[in-house]
């Protein structure tokens, strides 16, 4: 029996995504069209971009990141462009890895990927400190350096909806919270944290005409105010910090 051609055509897309793990279920796939980028796709996506991604402190935003497919490549570039340049001195592998870290962002409405999309970068990110700085750096010192990583994910990697920039309850449903994100600044060993409202950024006009998914925030952010400001903080005490 042969099937119409549009069957075939549709039942071969189906197999493709489920094939390399693109989908998690057809009702996600529904209500959010949550189908994950392949590996090719993403690598030769962000070789388009390749100097920005190759660049310790470009900054950028995948709106609906998912697990984070996008983000993870970026950030394996970038770390390889800290080892190569750093790698000999564990102190300044951990400061730029940190920066490395400040300069990517996501969103996501469900709030599991967002979770996984955090823990998948920290591992990355653990994983080449530990076989960089591995007993290089005190006990203490990696310690804390670890926390604030996670803060840093914490505050980067958001729950809300990209669409209404506020952030969502567990049911996807907006609340009337603003999405707001955190702008680190490094000042030698310190870091500087302001926290802007999303809104603030996406209605500049620079935003409008280049609204990608590569958008660099970049100095951009310095022509309104902060919501907020922090004093600075040395780069490993991050975490003392309220969210
Ligand atoms: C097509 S997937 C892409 C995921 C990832 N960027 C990738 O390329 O693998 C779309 C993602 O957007 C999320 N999503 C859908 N609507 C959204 C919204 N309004 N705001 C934020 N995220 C949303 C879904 O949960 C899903 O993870």
Same mark, same amino acid.
């Given at each position: 029996m042969t099937m119409p051609t549009n069957c075939r055509y549709e039942s071969k897309i189906k197999q493709s995504v489920n094939?390399?793990?693109q989908i998690k279920s057809r009702d996600r796939v529904a209500a959010h069209g949550e189908v994950f980028t392949a590996e090719r796709e993403v690598k030769a996506m962000c070789d388009l971009v390749?100097?920005? %991604?190759?660049?310790i402190d470009s900054r950028f935003l995948e709106p609906a990141c998912g697990d984070g497919n996008f983000l993870a490549e970026i950030l394996t570039r970038k770390l390889s462009v800290v080892e190569k340049q750093y790698a000999k001195s564990p102190s300044d592998y951990e400061k730029y890895s940190i920066q490395v870290i400040t300069s990517l962002y996501g969103i996501d409405?469900?709030?599991?990927?967002?979770?996984?999309?955090r823990k998948r970068l920290f591992d990355i990110w653990q994983n080449e400190y530990d076989?960089?700085?591995?007993? +290089? =750096? =005190?006990?203490?010192?990696?310690?804390? %350096?670890? +926390?604030?990583?996670?803060?840093?994910? +914490?505050?980067?990697? =958001?729950?809300?909806?990209? =669409? %209404?920039l506020k952030e969502v309850d567990a049911h996807q449903n907006d609340t009337d919270r603003p999405i707001i994100f955190s702008e680190w600044s490094f000042v030698g060993n310190n870091i500087k944290r302001r926290d802007f409202a999303f809104?603030?950024?996406?209605?500049?006009?620079?935003?409008k005409e280049e609204g990608s998914l590569f958008s660099d925030l970049g100095d951009e952010a310095e022509i309104f105010s902060p919501l907020k400001e922090f004093p600075l903080i040395h780069y490993r005490r991050v975490y003392e910090q309220s969210e």
């Open positions: 094939n390399s793990s390749k100097d920005e %991604t190759e660049r409405i469900l709030q599991d990927n967002a979770q996984i999309c076989r960089i700085c591995g007993k +290089k =750096l =005190l006990a203490e010192q990696k310690e804390e %350096t670890q +926390k604030t990583v996670q803060f840093i994910l +914490k505050r980067n990697i =958001l729950c809300g909806n990209a =669409l %209404t809104n603030d950024l996406v209605n500049q006009e620079y935003m």
